[in-house]
């Protein structure tokens, strides 16, 4: 087994609405990114996987955030770190790319200038001619073609696909143990989104990055990832390798989610889909969160949530009704 | 960049032709008798027809424009009638005055207006930002020639530290520009507040910090360099109403400059010195407006490619 | 929540504000009145709007009655703000003012609010050559810095209140124009408008009942932030010496003629100038909450 990059424990995430009223995002996740790994943290929108991403990398608005438990890099309580040491981690030991890869840059700024500005930012002894060509490797990395072009070009110069390379290229100048990448194909083209992901496996093989991959698209997971977290409402509800996830889905909301994606060879009436939509934070069902949508749910379902058991090695599902356990009554 | 330059340049060029027009046409536009409104209601009819030949006003329009206009490219502006002496000579004493004025003014206003828009932005909701914009919001509604009385009344009057009016020495500057200043501070107070909290909510603010950079260098360089594009817009369309309040401001303080003069031709109906200054005034204000425009265009990339 | 906190909190926030089958006015209400500076702004013009009607009537003295034996009189319990140079009472001077005062800057702001509206109208419906025609002469309007325009008007027409009202709502027209007409072309590129198109409204009828409501928003509120920049234009004016006569109470006059005697008499400028003071911050903070309130993106 390789080193654990990254070690988050009952990580709950707040967000002040009013004079003491806060909501809960993130309710007590946890889970482990190992180092050459890329790990899938799926689930709808509004789940809290982007909230949880950027509690890890502390980038919420600190006055208006409560974020409790515990997040370990490479040993380090991220937490307990002052402003000044986080801000040295970010970019540096670990970095972040995002959904939007055009908005992402500064659009009045060379991306030249959006480069050097990490590379000299986590390096300070090094010379301009050195910087420079550190950006002008961070661009061949990510496979762009001319990269002294490229340096001196504005973000509204360059394609959406051009652009999510750059933020790759900066993410990774100062080549960080751990890569999170929120989102980063959803606003591509589907033959971009393609060769990103194929350029994130290849950045992971060559430098052992880990990689924390966030997205609500399974097809992405299934093709990069080789473990999967699924998240609902704030809570991680199965987490497994990717292959066993798929083909042995315990918890209702996964076997859902699976089901409800499309399949060549397969033909359906109709597409199934999981009724109900995801509850507001602000008025959480007591219990199992996603009861209300269960075919499954028992009233115990109604009173406690239900906390993480193994099921198989490896593989972790928050529901005391997961199908093998189903099956096994069954019988 | 240089060809954007040039562009603007050559885009002012039918607009300040048809300006020059409006404002040829000024004196014609005056009810009744120009000459007889010149001259003044004492003066004889031989007075009155000397004024008509002298300026032209029984010549056809076209040569008139064009007597006007090359007159006023070979620095002929006309007569003074109220002071007897040529327009250029009552001008260039006070021209230094007024633009020295208008410079302090708008000075210690951006200046001030861009730090508390700033501060304001970066500590949204707390109470540095609801007094600064309770400041900033009643500053917008002062009248400035008030404010420059009272400012008179507090540090002239009763404090006997500064003079009420001249410019015997640099004090004399300093109610003026702040009597003149404060609106605009105001304004851009708030127009930087909320172009900052728009650019600080951007995806590559959040970029910015996600690689490391410590906030003040977040805001500075990321969110205000993108924010000081409105600024500067705003900024150029300020100047215009800074020029109307020299013309207030500087009738409150006695100052001996361009807008003063506007106002006392305007009594004496000095038609000729209220054109050449109407002229100067929007020139001065599109010049403005386009090194503004250029400097728009340094900042702003994605304008210069269009 | 595949954004920061700021919007993850806006749109859970949005999310808490879904309406409950509300009517947009009573939405409108109840999202206005949270906006306390707002709301005292909305008082304090209903304040001076009846003030203003029933102001001449209600004066403790005859603003224009002299009393020679209370020249320039400090305020007192006799004459709450004093006296000016012929023993008249600021105080009823200025509460008789109001109609006068007020009515001025209001009547610019709507006969030039108007005649904006119709240009932007024109402009953005018609587009082409019109479009371009009415926008030229908008820039050669903004040509003149701030109310140099106005200035220059009542300088061709010559003083008087009316002359000032006219300056004022010239200066007004440009930009209504260019608001107008920006808002027509956001709106004409919506479908509704296009529909009423496609089954054969006329341009008039597309352009007053299709078109011009949709740029009713953005209209209020620059019209009640435009009010207070007309009472301070035409005060300024009248400051000047361009507007009311010496025997009119208005405030922009009471408050010019009082400077003369303002090392001994500064009560004639502090009360003026207090109130035309007061009156543009209630308009600004009125028009800035109807802005929070109808239009976010104005911001």
Redesign the interface.
Known sequence: MSETLLEVKDLRTQFKRGKKDWITAVNGVSFNVNAGEIVGLVGESGCGKSVTSLSVMRLHNERLTKISGSIKFGGKEVLDLTTSEMQSMRGNEMSMIFQEPMSALDPIMRIEDQLAEAISLHNSNMSKAEIHERCVNSLKLVGIPEPEMTLRNYPHELSGGMCQRVMIAMAMSCEPKLLIADEPTTALDVTIQAQILALMEDIRNRRNTGILLITHDLGVVAETCSRVIVMYAGNIVEEAPVKELFANPQHPYTEGLIASVPRLGKRLHRLPSIPGSVPDLSVMPEGCRFAPRCKYAQDSCKQKLPELQTVAEGHRCACPFYRNAREGAQQ | MGKYTVKRIINMIPLLFVISIIIFLFIHLIPGDPARQIAGPTATIGEVDEIRNQLGLNQPLVPQYIKWITGIFTGNFGVSYANKTTVIALLAPRLPITIYLTICSITWSAIMGIIIGVLAAVNRGRAFDLIGMVIAIAGISLPNFWLGLQLMQIFAVNLRILPTGGLESWKGYILPSIAMGAGIMCILARVTRSSMIENLGKDYIRTARAKGLPEHRVIMRHAFKNSSIDVITVTALQIGALIAGSVVVESVFSIPGLGRLLVDSIGFRDYEVVQALILFFSLEYMVINLLADILYGIINPRVRYE | ?????????SA??E??ELPKAQSPVRQFVKKFLRRK?AVIGFLFIVFILILAVIGPNITPYDPNAYDYSAILAGPSARHLWGTDEFGRDVFSRILAGTQLSLGTALTASIIGTAAGVVFGLIAGFFGGIVDSLIM?VC??MF??????LA??I?????PGITNIMIGVAVFTVPSFARIIRGAVLEVRGELYVEVAQSIGCSSARTMFVHIFPGTMQALIVNFTMNI?GAI?SA??LS????GASVTQAEWGAI?SQG?NY??IA?HL??FP?LV???T??AF??FG?GLRDTLDPRL?
């Open positions: 929540m595949s954004d920061t906190t700021a919007n993850a909190a859970t926030r999310a808490e500076t030229r820039d050669v040509a003149f810095p701030g109310i140099l200035i220059a009542v300088a061709i027409i010559g207070g301070l005060s300024s400051f000047l010496g361009f408050l400077r303002l090392a500064p400028v502090l100038g035309i003071f007061l543009v911050l600004n903070l800035d911001n």
